[in-house]
């Protein structure tokens, strides 16, 4: 038996498709030939910031164990359902489809780090393929190599998490979703932190379901292939279910942050962690978002709590000059109108400063707040008429609305990739598959 590992990626348009129901198409056919698969396939989310990103920038991996002569087949019924099911007339739907055969490499595995915190380049992506005889199948210019090779390297060691995705039939497509809310919320009791970002605990709206006109009914995100599996089997749909597929995945795992030693290393389009030291009062700007600056010895950089409502703005409404804090988020590059922006997608509020308001003394003789008589010149009240002259302002120490903490935005606006608070905690720290041993298909794939 030989291992082959089927990367694509960006088949998807804004107007529709999705690559992971290509994903469950292929699998669908690739049971018919009998083939067998060693691990879950993969949904790797790329870095949420680069420019060209589609909707979700999630490449997919299949990784297949299957006899020698089954290759050429396997091959053919993967391009032939890439090009059949891609949205090819659509202007940015550039698809792409690896093939890797054997272990992956660590240069592989690199590059696919990459692909998750910064930015690679289509020319990097064949210039691995081509040394390291894989092959690669492009449609137009083919720019979904890179999302193909990434997700063929990533290989989700340490922490990943697990989604289970529904698909709607044909007719149903492009009408409103008709799941039963309460069975959200009934999974969300039974299964508790085995499952997260089903409901929206501020506004109880139920987010496994997506919105617009793509095959997904809902995703099911969790912790174990097993628990989304359950939870698919509390969810209660009223339109029927054509397949369901579940994917291993860096979803919800920070995959995509990297700490920044220092200010002056924060670079536009690599999501960091970066720590510093609030540098003034926060503005409010156009359309209720929140900016402010932070510092460290080595510069300056703007921050942005985009969000018109939700806990991540309202806290960052309520920073103070002198906060230490470790904002956590995307970078926006220098615009015409706007520095280099760090997009929130959480505050780590490390120090709260100390708030301090100075006030007129009392006076000694009547307990009536003084008056100033001026700068140096002490203190007179109006009550009794007592002069201090030595007397000083009172400092008072202001409790701070805040406590230090993790804060991070709201679920229903948080990205692919951003670790959900519940989430902490519970991080994997080794693969959750380590025999490569066949996986039977009712494990990830059903109708
Ligand atoms: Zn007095």
Redesign the pocket.
């Known amino acids: 038996m030989e291992k082959l590992h089927v990367g694509f990626d960006d088949t998807d348009s804004r107007k529709g498709g999705c690559t992971t129901y290509v994903a469950a198409l292929i699998i669908e056919q690739l049971s018919k030939l009998r083939v067998s698969f060693f691990d879950y396939p993969f949904l790797v989310r790329l870095n949420p910031n680069v420019p060209w990103k589609t909707r979700g920038n999630g490449a997919l991996c299949l990784r297949i164990l299957c006899e020698p002569q089954q290759i050429d087949e396997v091959k053919e019924v993967v391009a032939e359902t890439v090009e059949k099911e891609s949205e090819l007339s659509e202007a940015g739907t550039e698809p792409g489809i690896v093939f890797f055969k054997g272990e992956v490499l660590s240069a592989v595995e690199a590059f696919a780090e990459r692909t998750m915190t910064s930015v690679v380049t289509k020319k990097e992506a064949l210039k691995l393929i081509k040394k390291h005889n894989a092959e690669a199948i492009r449609f137009k210019t083919g720019r979904g190599i890179i999302g193909g090779l990434a997700a063929i390297g990533a290989q989700l060691k340490g922490d990943h998490t697990f989604e289970l995705i529904a698909y709607r039939t044909k007719q149903n497509r492009g009408t409103p979703r008709k799941i039963d809310g309460s069975s959200v919320l009934q999974m969300e009791r039974q299964l508790g932190r085995q499952v997260f970002n089903n409901v929206d605990p501020e506004t109880g709206r139920v987010l496994i379901t997506p919105r617009g006109p793509d095959p997904v009914l809902y995703g099911i995100r969790g912790e174990t292939a097993e628990a989304v599996k359950r939870g698919h089997e509390i969810v209660v749909s009223h339109e029927p279910i054509e397949r369901w597929t579940i994917f291993k995945t860096n979803q919800g795992t920070d995959a995509h942050l990297k700490r920044a030693v220092s200010i002056s290393d924060v670079k536009p389009y690599n999501p960091v962690i970066i720590r510093g030291e609030v540098a003034a009062k926060p503005r409010v700007i156009q359309g209720g978002h929140v900016v402010f600056q932070i510092r460290d010895n080595t510069g300056k950089v703007d921050c942005a709590a985009y969000e018109p409502t939700g806990t991540l703005r309202d806290l960052a409404m309520k920073l103070i000059q002198g906060d230490l804090v470790e904002i956590y988020g995307g970078v926006r590059p220098k615009s015409q109108t706007n520095p280099m922006t760090v997009n929130a997608e959480k505050i780590h509020l490390i120090k709260p400063a100390v708030l301090l308001v100075y006030r007129n003394p009392l006076?000694p003789?009547?307990g009536?707040r003084m008056k100033s008589m001026g700068r140096g010149q002490g203190f007179e009240?109006l009550?009794?008429g007592?002069h201090g002259k030595t007397l000083k302002k009172t400092v008072y120490e202001i409790e701070r609305p805040l406590k230090p903490g993790l804060y991070a935005t709201s679920p229903h606006s948080q990205r692919h990739l951003t670790k959900p608070l519940l989430r902490y905690g519970l991080e994997k720290t080794g693969n959750t598959r380590l025999d490569e041993q066949v996986l039977p298909y009712k494990f990830f794939y059903g109708h």
């Open positions: 006076c003789s009547c009536k009240c009550k009794c007592f």
